[in-house]
């Protein structure tokens, strides 16, 4: 009995010890990795895929820039007449809002309309990018708008290559053009393993939108 | 050349009208599932997999939650001493968080201090989720504490399943485990296309933290 309490005990000790090791090895490769990475620049961050976050992870960093006292901004390219909860607390908290005029853009069914309505918040778009003040400017869903061919792919590169040094962009929005990729910093892709609207569950206000 | 600009009109309005055609088609279908979808419940959300933004959608969605003057709680399973621009502004909206008392797991390398600080701040999720008027509690990076064995898969599932019927629950963290997959309503993978961190960029404050 004693005996096998002894052997129970060196197992353990060993146990933790092996623990010990893996994590310290885990430190010590992010460690170096953080030592290697000096360099401070505006990133720009593509949010993709057909999965459900990217907008609200969008926003995420918007409240993480204001909650540190620096300046954000957001433009909106597609978002219809629902409410927006985001946009109550941000708006309240000096994030400067530009919504895009038309509703979802297969409601209004109207390409000359929707293409305007594009320009328009674009145009607004161009304006943040030359503006060093702002911190961090979201541009979300403006994947659509290229993909549709509202917006030159051209005319957004060059605004994304020219903006002030330090300001972090973010675009969100599904099957974001291969040339955006290219130059972003940073990609994630979120993809879809299941969705609940898929399950017959409603989208609900507060936590869909 | 009045007969070829009348021939590009032709062509214009053929193509203007194959696009209305197309996106009727759009709408036809997103209103057939939101007719579909008429079930509320609340929703269990898992953000996972190693790309860049799941906490960060995560917050992103307490910031929506509270912007529609729900109540928002959040438990943080993993934050070192780094600064929270989050937390600063969504304490100020009146957010609840808790935050697990030790830092990286891999730099306190003590699996025993480490169990206990994540059973202590479980403890504090369960009593969140027994409470009917958190509308939304986020659960960040708890998915590591039940790959590490700080807490017993068991207990996650049954707490989850016993939850308010309207409580929205989010879990964020890499390697979420298959059995908390299976209970969720919607499961976004976030994939790592490329990330600004591996070209040398330094993590910087008011975007990556």
């Known amino acids: 009995m004693m ?41 720009l961050l593509v949010l993709t895929g057909n999965g459900k976050g990217k907008s609200t992870s969008g926003f995420g960093s918007v409240a993480r820039a204001v909650g540190h006292g620096q300046k954000a901004a957001v433009v909106q390219f597609i978002k219809g007449t629902w409410a927006c909860g985001e946009r109550n607390l941000l708006e309240g908290a000096g994030v400067e809002f530009h919504v895009m005029g038309t509703g979802f853009t297969w409601e209004t069914q109207d390409k000359e309309k929707d293409t305007k309505a594009a320009m ?16 961090l400017l979201l541009l979300d869903e403006l994947t659509y708008m290229v993909s549709y061919h509202y917006i030159e792919l051209e005319r957004v590169l060059t605004a994304l290559k020219n903006r002030p040094a330090m300001q972090h962009v973010i675009i969100t929005g599904r099957a974001c053009h291969r040339e955006i990729i290219e130059l972003a910093d940073t990609v994630s892709e979120v993809q879809p393993i299941k969705h609940a609207f898929n399950a017959g569950i409603k989208a609900q206000l507060g936590f869909d939108y």
């Open 3 to 43: 005996d096998s309490n002894k052997d129970e005990n060196h197992i353990d000790e060993q146990k933790a010890q092996r623990h010990k090791a893996r994590q310290q090895k885990v430190k010590q490769g992010v460690d170096a990795k953080i030592a290697a990475a000096q360099e401070e620049k505006g990133i």
């Open 120 to 135: 328009e918040a674009w145009e607004h778009a161009e304006k943040l990018l030359q503006d060093e003040s702002v911190n």
